[in-house]
């Protein structure tokens, strides 16, 4: 049996996983983080990573002649989804798992756009 390897396509949509996963969990919260942090700048910016990142994917799959610009933009919306939520990645394990994701996502959107 042939074994499938994991794509871009698959970490875009990984990554949109987890910012889903991550801006429900905030919204769950009532907005607060447990130490009063205000969450909806993590909310926020979880969505748009999500929507960008599964848009991202699918340009990719379709193997699209914008894919290298949406990559570039999803690379840029990424570090800023991860930096968000390192800030409350050691007390609230979606943030942390969201993080890891995006920097994942970011890595590669960044690479395959450089050599596009």
Same mark, same amino acid.
């Given at each position: 049996?042939?074994t499938?390897?994991h !794509?871009?396509? $698959? !970490? =875009?949509?990984d990554?949109?996983?987890?910012?889903e +996963? =991550?801006? !429900?969990?905030? /919204?769950?919260?009532?907005?607060?983080?447990? *130490?009063?942090? $205000?969450?909806?700048?993590?909310?926020?910016?979880? *969505? $748009?990573?999500?929507?960008?990142c !599964? /848009?991202c994917? *699918? /340009? $990719?799959?379709r193997?699209?002649d914008?894919? +290298?610009?949406?990559?570039? /933009?999803?690379a840029?919306?990424?570090?800023?989804c991860? @930096? @968000?939520?390192? #800030?409350?990645? %050691?007390?609230?394990?979606? =943030? #942390?798992?969201?993080?890891e994701? =995006? +920097?994942k996502?970011a890595?590669?959107c +960044?690479?395959?756009?450089? %050599?596009?």
């Amino acid at each position: 049996m042939e074994t499938m390897q994991h !794509t871009h396509v $698959d !970490t =875009c949509f990984d990554c949109a996983e987890a910012c889903e +996963r =991550c801006a !429900t969990a905030c /919204l769950e919260m009532g907005d607060k983080d447990g *130490r009063g942090h $205000d969450m909806t700048a993590c909310i926020k910016l979880c *969505r $748009d990573c999500a929507d960008i990142c !599964t /848009l991202c994917g *699918r /340009l $990719d799959a379709r193997g699209s002649d914008f894919s +290298r610009d949406f990559m570039a /933009l999803c690379a840029e919306v990424c570090d800023a989804c991860a @930096e @968000e939520c390192e #800030k409350h990645a %050691n007390h609230v394990a979606h =943030c #942390k798992a969201c993080a890891e994701a =995006c +920097r994942k996502c970011a890595e590669e959107c +960044r690479s395959m756009s450089a %050599n596009a």
